[in-house]
């Protein structure tokens, strides 16, 4: 399902990684939570969304081009798609914040909308290699300089976000494999 999903995207979005221990960074300069840490036991993609990229000789700056400013394009920072030992298919929506929530729930939720939408046109384009009834889950993680999320042991939550926190003293990581569970409700 991976492959059939990274046929489907833009490579320049793609972020080439492929151990088992990996970081995710974020490039501003004023960012105080620069880094989000993970183990992965399975394969992975990873997609960063918020970019320019250079497409066809010419700058794409939006991802959505045809939206106003705004919220509209609003994105996460990354998406990671992950299939774990039981052959669940994940997308992990990350953002990286400093201090201040700002509109982390408006990129995360479009990351979550955008996810969906990449994973439904890759059943579109390949029908045969997706089981009919396989589904998409979806883990959503902040990593901060501090806590911006009160932690509560139901983090199972269809829409509660973990908060793992990164900054020069401490650096959490995320192990996809303990994450990325399918909850029955």
Not at 56 to 76: I, Q, R
Not at 130 to 149: A, D, Q
Request: charge should be positive.
């Amino acid at each position: 399902m991976l492959d059939k999903i990274k046929n489907v995207i833009f490579n320049g979005y793609f972020v080439n990684k492929h151990t088992k221990h990996f970081s995710l960074e974020e490039t501003g300069r004023e960012a105080s939570c620069k880094e989000a840490r993970f183990e992965a036991k399975n394969d992975y993609l990873i997609y960063k969304f918020d970019q320019s990229i250079i497409r066809d000789s010419e700058k794409v700056k939006y991802l959505f081009p045809y939206y106003t400013d705004g919220n509209a394009n609003a994105m996460c920072d990354y998406i990671i798609f992950y299939q774990n030992s039981a052959g669940k298919l994940f997308a992990v929506v990350c953002n990286l914040k400093s201090k201040n929530r700002g509109n982390n729930t408006d990129q995360i939720n479009a990351g979550v909308i955008f996810g969906q939408f990449i994973f439904e046109t890759a059943k579109r384009l390949h029908p045969d290699s997706f089981i009919h009834n396989t589904k998409l889950n979806f883990v959503k993680v902040l990593f901060s300089s501090k806590e911006l999320y009160k932690q509560s042991n139901d983090w199972k939550k269809r829409d509660s976000i973990i908060n793992l926190i990164s900054n020069d003293e401490i650096k959490e990581r995320l192990i996809l494999e303990n994450k990325c569970r399918v909850i029955n409700y």
